[in-house]
């Protein structure tokens, strides 16, 4: 079983950043791979990013590509999202997910989710 806790949402203007972390608790975390998703009010959960066990292969989704910056460290058992020049449109609950095997990168299946954070940008 492992344990995901995000943290670091809020409010921010237009423009700011925000980084978010995710806490993983349970088996090893280097086992998983990590990925974020986001949950836009009324729409339905969709792919942020992805990283690799290691930490050395990243995918993104082609709307916070060059904005949006996924990374961790396996020795805090933590996931970061690094957002930057934030847009309205980003406000969403953002959740973490972890799977010790990955069929595909952006597929919405995930074997442990985190509960949320969320995300508000005002313009």
């Known amino acids: 079983q492992v344990l995901l806790v995000e943290s670091g949402g809020g409010m921010v203007q237009a423009g700011g950043s925000l980084r978010l972390s995710c806490a993983a608790s349970g088996r090893t975390f280097s086992s998983y791979y990590m990925r974020w998703f986001r949950q836009p009010p009324g729409k339905e959960r969709e792919f942020v990013a992805h990283i690799s066990k290691s930490g050395d292969f990243t995918y993104y989704a082609d709307s916070v590509k060059g904005r949006f910056t996924i990374s961790r460290d396996n020795a805090k058992n933590t996931v970061y999202l690094q957002m930057n020049s934030l847009k309205p449109e980003d406000t969403a609950v953002y959740f973490c997910?972890?799977?010790?095997?990955?069929?595909?990168?952006?597929?919405?299946?995930?074997?442990?989710w985190g509960q949320g954070t969320q995300v508000t940008v005002s313009s």
């Open positions: 997910a972890a799977d010790a095997i990955l069929a595909a990168i952006a597929t919405m299946n995930a074997e442990y």
